[in-house]
């Protein structure tokens, strides 16, 4: 069963523009930090660390994937968020603020609603299958348009 599953999620993302990827993982980035407070507020600290974690590499692949050259300033701006972020969460590990996840949530929030924004202004990428077949590397870009 987990073949079925694996295999609908890959034709799934292989479908969708990079925009579209990019809010995919900012929503699981929220939706894990939203179980986090959850389970700390529960004091169930193993499993509320287990979605930090998780959390943690969302951010990480978001700030990994930046493209530097085409995405310039903003791609620097997000960038500096990112290791912002990902600094928080360690302390939030360490701490279990409740608050500071909150804060985490809504700034991936605010950028997460740019993105679907520009999706919404038909600032789109070509889906993934373009681009395998262009060789382009697979990766969420950050770039702006004038």
């Not at 395998?132 to 870009?141: D, G």
């Amino acid at each position: 069963m987990d073949e079925k599953v694996q295999a609908y999620q890959t034709a799934d993302t292989l479908g969708m523009s990079q925009i579209d990827l990019i809010i995919k993982v900012y929503d699981g980035a929220i939706a894990s930090y939203k179980r986090t407070s959850q389970l700390f507020s529960k004091e169930d600290f193993i499993n509320g660390r287990e979605e930090l974690v998780k959390a943690k590499k969302f951010v990480t692949h978001l700030y990994a994937t930046l493209d530097m050259e085409k995405g310039g300033d903003i791609a620097n701006q997000l960038s500096n968020l990112y290791a912002f972020v990902v600094n928080q969460t360690n302390i939030i590990e360490a701490t279990k603020d409740l608050k500071q996840i909150d804060d985490i949530i809504n700034i991936l929030g605010n950028l997460k609603q740019g993105w679907v924004e520009l999706k919404q202004a038909g600032v789109e990428k070509a889906p993934l299958q373009e681009q395998e077949k262009s060789a382009q590397p697979q990766t969420a870009t950050f770039t702006t348009s004038a």
